[in-house]
């Protein structure tokens, strides 16, 4: 799965479960984000309160640019 905003933000991950009851997104096979505020990684991800809050388990890398 890739998300891409056509500005300067992206998001790729091999898998991405999508519940529409509770608006919720999940994904225990790993992801990449690249914005202009920086990089992260992760083994696993949840994505929860329509897009407010996001959780990063496993692994998880970030480099922060200054602004």
Do not use: P, W
Not at 31 to 48: C, H, I, L
Not at 57 to 66: D, I, S, T
């Amino acid at each position: 799965v890739r998300v891409d905003d056509g500005r300067s933000s992206n998001f790729a991950t091999d898998e991405a479960r999508i519940d529409t009851n509770t608006s919720t997104v999940t994904g225990a096979g790993g992801m990449q984000t690249q914005t202009a505020q920086g990089d992260m990684q992760a083994g696993e991800y949840s994505v929860t309160e329509k897009g407010d809050r996001v959780i990063l388990r496993g692994g998880v890398r970030a480099r922060l640019n200054q602004h």
